[in-house]
């Protein structure tokens, strides 16, 4: 073992001192999400809500109840909401919940516990036992940099870190997800970005990250102590950026690996002992370069020299010049390397998690290199392979043994892509044989801050996610688990439908297979993880329409504008209003195919009502096509069902509920709830992430669902 592999061998404590106790300050710099035609107001404050209940029971591994654990409800900005325990059976009832909030449990001689709950809901939640096991979580790629600190455009949902709150307001934007960070023994993030303040820059990069350093200490006060620094943006800020990086990093009490001086240094894992338990943490990437006169590959050899004068950097303030070593840089994740590597590690180790940098952005499924080399970190001894680079969500899964995960998506990043804002955070759980368990717990990207989620947005993506993974991972009500002791196995069940032109809405269970009459059926997918407008995410608002973009204010959103009580948008105008009030997505909305556009509307005005649906080519590209549909006034409540065929050029999709100014008269109101836009796929494409069916006659369905759930499985008719 080198002398900095001995260095980097650190005793950590149990899961519930680490973190920070304290935990990160309540006090939210400006968030904005604004119309373009309007101003940005208020929102409900969930003080301001009615009491509601949370009820479960908690279990061990084998179903048996376990008593007195505790129960804590808990609101990063609000703290602990409510507190209950356990009884005799393992049941427990926590009442007088403002909203949705983190449900942490714990339990002498287990493994600490926390999901996101919502009033009125029942959990079950199954604890681990604590007797050699080690707590791990991974977050995505992290960056405070660019957006965050620029001057945005104050019409895009954005978060602005003041100069004079940098402290706190780094420390803000982790807050929300916090709470699931502290039942882990070790917390990791791929670190996408330089902390520091140097004006030394990649002279011929396009794209290059600084945050400032005091995101350090922010991390660290979420529950983060390991980053994973081998990635493309390592080294935006050169020889000054990454001294500075390991440098804040060190100072907050965060142990890094996968960047160094030398490919020795990137190369050297970092050691964690927990739990009885030695963890290797290795970092490396594919992608570090190469088409650059400036790569950032720590494996080049030392022939190389680098000289950069700030003459090269355009618009710096940076002066004179720096000399540096062609060593300096990334692990370079070749088979070989990796191999080599990993089984130094794994002969130190009990326990060794590789985190690989590489793929193609914004692609869900692994590319060739990929598959690769995550193979040859499986062969040469790693427990478990964590990628990360395509900003998007992608699959888990068991593989030869080991648990893979193929991207976790952004976890703090500052993109504006519709398909870039759902995230996952993955908890494993191990032993000295390897993973016992893993599951996957959704995060939702708002305004470039992320929240836990409840509800629609919650099993949006769990079903996304298990579409992309293995069946060793059960999909079950609320969860996306696997367990190496247990027999999640999966249920199924044969349903003759009958009911021609009508569209099917999942409840529970998955298309499995179409037995008979395919020709018939089209399978669907909403693409909208948000559109119920109720109380979603943990934090300190309510029914704020996470990625919707509306005019807010007091009369915007609330319960008393959706169509069951739970959450709503209401549009207004009178006639003194000069534009047009809006209702749309925060972003231009990526498919493939034909559509349905679904919704709810109450509209019993005689103010014209214009759904506007736009085509484009691509994310910032021109507009291919349009239409425009005046939607008709109604008697109450009534079901919008509007086809809309994607132009073949077209890969991105945006919709627009218009409601214009009356000529004269009183105020005009429209209420709109639950809008979903569905696209269509054939039914050999059956997959788990498949929500809506399409009957054109008769056909026989096999559904499927997770042996573990409490519920029947159950597709209804869409009234």
């Not at 300050?25 to 409900?44: C, I, K, M, R, W």
């Not at 404050?45 to 591994?61: I, M, P």
């Not at 000289?307 to 088979?335: E, H, K, N, Q, Y």
């Amino acid at each position: 073992m080198t002398e900095k592999s001995r260095r980097q061998f650190i005793q950590l404590a149990t899961a519930g001192t680490i973190g920070g106790a304290a935990g990160c300050s309540s006090v939210l710099p400006a968030e904005s999400s604004t119309d373009s035609a309007q101003t940005d107001g208020t929102q409900t404050d969930r003080s301001g809500n009615e009491g509601g209940a949370v009820e479960g029971t908690v279990t061990d591994l084998t179903g048996d109840a376990i008593p007195d654990a505790s129960i804590t409800a808990l609101v990063p900005g609000s703290g602990a909401v409510a507190e209950g325990t356990s009884d005799t059976q393992g049941q427990f009832d926590i009442q007088d919940l403002g909203g949705p909030a983190w449900l942490r449990v714990t339990a002498s001689d287990f493994v600490p516990y926390t999901t996101a709950s919502k009033p009125g809901n029942s959990y079950q939640v199954t604890l681990t036992p604590r007797a050699g096991v080690a707590a791990l979580s991974f977050g995505g790629d992290m960056m405070f940099g660019r957006r965050f600190y620029e001057d945005d455009d104050p019409l895009e949902p954005h978060f602005k870190i003041p100069p004079a709150e940098y402290e706190a307001a780094h420390c803000s934007i982790l807050q929300y997800i916090s709470p699931l960070f502290q039942d882990a023994d070790i917390t990791s993030v791929n670190l996408e970005t330089p902390l520091t303040t140097t004006s030394w820059c990649h002279p011929s990069k396009a794209y290059t990250f600084t945050s400032d350093p005091a995101a350090a200490e922010a991390m660290e006060q979420a529950g983060i102590n390991y980053a994973a620094l081998a990635n493309n943006h390592a080294f935006d800020a050169l020889t000054p950026g990454l001294d500075d990086t390991i440098q804040a990093l060190d100072e907050a009490g965060i142990r890094s690996s996968g960047a160094g001086t030398s490919s020795s240094e990137a190369w050297d894992p970092t050691y964690i002992e927990i739990q009885g338990l030695t963890v290797g943490l290795i970092s490396c990437a594919t992608i570090t370069g190469d088409q650059y006169d400036i790569d950032w590959s720590a494996d080049n050899g030392s022939s190389k020299t680098h000289s950069v004068t700030a003459g090269d950097i355009p618009d710096t303030t940076a002066t004179g010049s720096l000399t540096f070593s062609g060593d300096v840089g990334v692990a370079t994740a070749t088979a070989a390397q990796i191999t080599d590597n990993v089984s130094v590690a794994s002969a130190n180790a009990d326990i060794v998690a590789v985190q690989i940098h590489g793929g193609n952005e914004y692609q869900r499924t692994p590319t060739d290199e990929i598959e690769r080399v995550t193979d040859a970190a499986i062969a040469a001894g790693a427990d478990m392979v964590v990628n990360h680079h395509p900003h998007v969500t992608g699959g888990v899964e068991l593989r030869d043994g080991a648990l893979v995960v193929w991207s976790l998506g952004n976890l703090v990043f500052d993109q504006e892509f519709w398909a870039t804002f759902p995230s996952n955070i993955l908890t494993v759980h191990v032993t000295d044989e390897g993973v016992a368990r893993a599951y996957v717990d959704p995060v939702l990207i708002e305004g470039y801050v992320p929240k836990g989620v409840v509800g629609k947005p919650r099993r949006w993506q769990l079903r996304q996610t298990a579409a992309l993974s293995s069946d060793q991972f059960t999909l079950g009500d609320g969860t996306l688990e696997y367990r190496a002791a247990s027999d999640l196995a999966v249920q199924t069940e044969t349903q003759t439908l009958e009911e021609g032109g009508t569209i099917f809405t999942r409840k529970s269970g998955w298309v499995n297979r179409i037995v008979d009459g395919a020709s018939s059926v089209e399978l669907g997918r909403d693409l909208l993880p948000t559109g119920t407008f109720d109380d979603l995410d943990i934090d300190s608002k309510q029914h704020e329409g996470a990625l919707w973009r509306f005019g807010r204010g007091p009369d915007a959103n609330g319960p008393e504008f959706g169509h069951d009580g739970s959450g709503g948008i209401q549009l207004s105008r009178t006639a003194e209003s000069i534009q047009r009030s809006i209702l749309t997505t925060t972003e231009r909305v990526p498919l493939a195919g034909s559509t349905t556009l679904l919704g709810l509307y109450r509209h019993e005005t005689d103010s014209r009502l214009e759904l506007l649906v736009r085509w484009y080519e691509s994310v910032g590209g021109s507009e291919v096509d349009s239409v425009s549909i005046d939607l008709a006034q109604t008697g109450g409540w009534e079901r919008l069902k509007q086809p809309l065929e994607t132009p073949e050029e077209a890969e991105y999709i945006r919709f627009y509920f218009r409601l214009y100014p009356p000529e004269s008269g009183p105020e005009r109101t429209v209420q709109l709830d639950d809008i979903r836009l569905i696209e269509w796929s054939d039914a050999e494409t059956a997959s788990k992430a498949h929500d809506h069916l399409q009957l054109d006659d008769t056909a026989t369905v096999e559904f499927a669902i997770g042996s573990q759930s409490d519920r029947d499985i159950l597709w209804e008719p869409l009234g």
